[in-house]
């Protein structure tokens, strides 16, 4: 009989399922940006948490339709952003609530991790990666950190290092996005025009820096600021979404 594990996350902005074997290998995954609408920056938790119900069923089936559920032992769930007291959103509640409902029905245990743990797993238990503590940099629509990170019984435990003082990576990104007319969230859009522009022209972040567009970060015990940067971008893209 096969072994299988589940795992489901519901953050803002992405609904997200997948299916692993007992190497960590993907056999099935899905995940997919809700849908905001144009001009918007962002959804109210409530619509999030609604939206995030509505897929599920039909994403669980689909992983369902590539394995016998019988050989799934255990399920992950992301139950709230960060492994500290009251941190709670709830978009994370429709993902808790599905894994409840499929723990029961098949009667295997259910794992609630912090979205953030989530983040770090994906990279630190990679086969390559041995180190006890690690340097780990968590730069998303909510949080811009550096994590001293640890393995733990738990999952792992997290020390702020530096980080932001204001808006996070993810929040220039996407009022930016916006800005220039792209739908939100914006991150996978301006990245695909990145990737474009590279294509054609040589690039060199000291000459960005320069020209005035993006100010150069001060940084003061692991600490920075993104307003600056927002002004600039902001005026740069009231001057050229047109373009």
């Known amino acids: 009989m096969n072994c299988r594990y589940l795992g489901i996350d519901t953050s803002n902005y992405r609904t997200s399922v997948a299916l692993i074997d007992g190497c960590g290998n993907t056999i099935a995954e899905k995940a997919v940006l809700l849908d905001v609408p144009e001009g918007k920056r962002g959804l109210r938790q409530s619509e999030a948490f609604f939206r995030h119900s509505n897929r599920l069923p039909g994403y669980i089936d689909e992983i369902f339709a590539k394995t016998d559920p019988r050989d799934i032992r255990a399920i992950g769930v992301s139950e709230r952003p ?74 792992y435990s997290m020390e702020i290092a530096g980080g932001t003082l204001d808006i996070s990576v993810g929040q220039l990104f996407d009022r930016f996005g916006v800005a220039m007319g792209y739908p939100f969230p914006s991150g996978q859009y301006l990245d695909d025009t990145a990737y474009e522009v590279l294509e054609k022209i040589s690039f060199d972040t000291n000459k960005i820096t320069k020209s005035g567009v993006i100010p150069a970060l001060k940084i003061k015990d692991g600490y920075f600021n993104l307003s600056g940067a927002e002004t600039r971008l902001m005026a740069f893209a009231s001057e050229h979404c047109d373009e």
């Not at 808790?96 to 953030?116: C, D, K, R, T, W």
């Not at 743990?117 to 909510?142: K, N, P, V």
């Open 82 to 155: 960060r492994r500290v007291e009251g941190s709670y959103m709830p978009c994370f509640t429709a993902g808790m609530n599905a894994a409840s409902v499929l723990g029961s029905a098949l009667e295997i245990p259910v794992y609630g991790f912090s979205h953030q743990e989530g983040h770090a797993a994906a990279i630190l238990e990679s086969r390559s990666h041995t180190a006890d503590t690690s340097l780990f940099f968590h730069l998303s629509g909510g949080t811009t950190e550096a994590l001293i990170c640890r393995p733990d019984d738990a999952g």
